[in-house]
């Protein structure tokens, strides 16, 4: 039998994993902390239009109207066919490839009014399509 004490270990606590964490914490929260700038000069910027430095002759406007009928850059076309709408956007891409088609259709313009007027621009090459919207403020009124 042995009644020696035994030596009891200290507990010892590791550090290391305790500082890998809080450091993987501080690099989280400096790379997502935004900073504001503050000036010395209180400033007032002066005003300009927008609208006004638009680069209008690389729009082509699309209109569809809610029975179907099209209209590019406020000529109505006569057919709705893909072809058509296809001649009529290259006619109007004054800026070659480079324009942008905004097709403004009616809300209740039918779907495959508007795919059509897509479909024409990618056989014609026009890649930059964008959909003119109003805001539901202006909407009311």
């Given at each position: 039998m042995n009644?020696?004490?035994?030596?009891?270990?200290?507990?010892?606590?590791n550090l290391i994993p305790f500082i890998d964490v809080l450091l993987v914490i501080l690099i989280?929260?400096?790379?997502?902390?935004?900073?504001?700038?503050?000036t010395?000069?209180?400033?007032t910027l002066?005003?300009?239009?927008?609208?006004?430095?638009?680069?209008?002759?690389?729009?082509?406007?699309?209109?569809v109207a809610a029975d179907g009928r099209y209209a590019i850059n406020k000529t109505t076309l006569e057919g709705r066919q893909v072809?058509?709408?296809?001649?009529?956007?290259?006619?109007?891409?004054?800026?070659?490839?480079n324009s942008?088609?905004?097709?403004?259709?009616?809300a209740s313009a039918p779907h495959?009014?508007?795919v059509t007027v897509m479909e024409a621009a990618r056989r014609v090459g026009l890649s930059?399509?964008?959909?003119?919207?109003?805001?539901?403020?202006?909407?009311g009124k």
């Open positions: 009644f020696r004490p035994r030596q009891k270990e200290e507990p010892e606590i989280f929260l400096m790379l997502t902390t935004t900073y504001s700038k503050f010395e000069l209180q400033l002066p005003v300009a239009d927008a609208q006004q430095l638009r680069d209008h002759p690389k729009e082509v406007i699309v209109a072809d058509q709408v296809a001649r009529a956007l290259a006619d109007a891409a004054t800026a070659g490839p942008v088609v905004i097709i403004s259709a009616d495959q009014s508007v930059q399509i964008t959909f003119a919207t109003q805001s539901s403020a202006t909407a």
